[in-house]
């Protein structure tokens, strides 16, 4: 055998039938999609539709309930935190805060912040800047001497109607 000799496999390559070329193709007037009717037209989509009965998706029940209101916080736990400072990823003179953490790879999401949980040990005197603590991670921090600033998220409804009053107040004057 030589490279010269090298061929697929008969039936390996199949060729796309192409249809619509006229009868003599075999696929040719309906191109194979039967006759008249919604699916014969092109740029249908019908997946869930069930012909007026009512589908499949709207027939089983709902499970759970989705917060629209809840908060994503990034979970860290203490005892994280005392490893990261040991392997010297966490400058403890320093702030602990959401951007740190996140730089040391701890706190992944956490779109509204970082949450403090107390899980683990503690022993190195640390100050954090967080969206949330535990008691438990509160006392274990204030034991080893750190400290713990809880930043308070505004409301953004209470944001909007200031906004909304910033407006008012700047036609009020403009009108004067």
């Given amino acids: 055998m030589k490279l010269n000799d090298i061929r697929d496999n008969p039936g390996a390559r199949k060729e796309r039938m192409r249809v619509g070329r006229g009868i003599g193709s075999g696929k040719g007037k309906t191109g194979g999609r039967g006759q008249k009717g919604q699916k014969s037209r092109s740029g249908v989509s019908i997946k869930g539709f069930e012909g007026g009965q009512m589908p499949l998706h709207m027939r089983l029940p709902k499970r759970g309930f989705n917060n629209p ?4 916080y990034a979970e860290v736990n203490i ?4 490893k990261l400072v040991e392997a010297g990823k966490l400058d403890a003179k320093k702030v602990i805060d959401h951007e740190a953490l ?3 790879g701890v706190a992944r999401g ?3 912040g970082v949450r403090l949980l107390g899980k683990g040990e ?4 640390l100050q954090f800047k967080v969206n949330g603590v535990s008691k438990g991670a509160q006392a274990a921090v204030e034991k080893a001497g750190g400290s713990v600033e809880v930043i308070v998220a505004k409301d953004p409804a209470a944001l909007a109607a200031a906004k909304k009053g910033t ?3 700047a036609k009020k004057a403009a009108a004067k």
């Fill in 110 to 112: 956490g779109k509204d």
């Fill in 122 to 125: 503690i022993s190195t005197k």
């Fill in 167 to 169: 407006v008012k107040a």
């Fill in 79 to 82: 005892g994280q935190i005392q």
């Fill in 102 to 104: 996140q730089a040391a």
């Fill in 69 to 72: 209101f809840g908060k994503d």
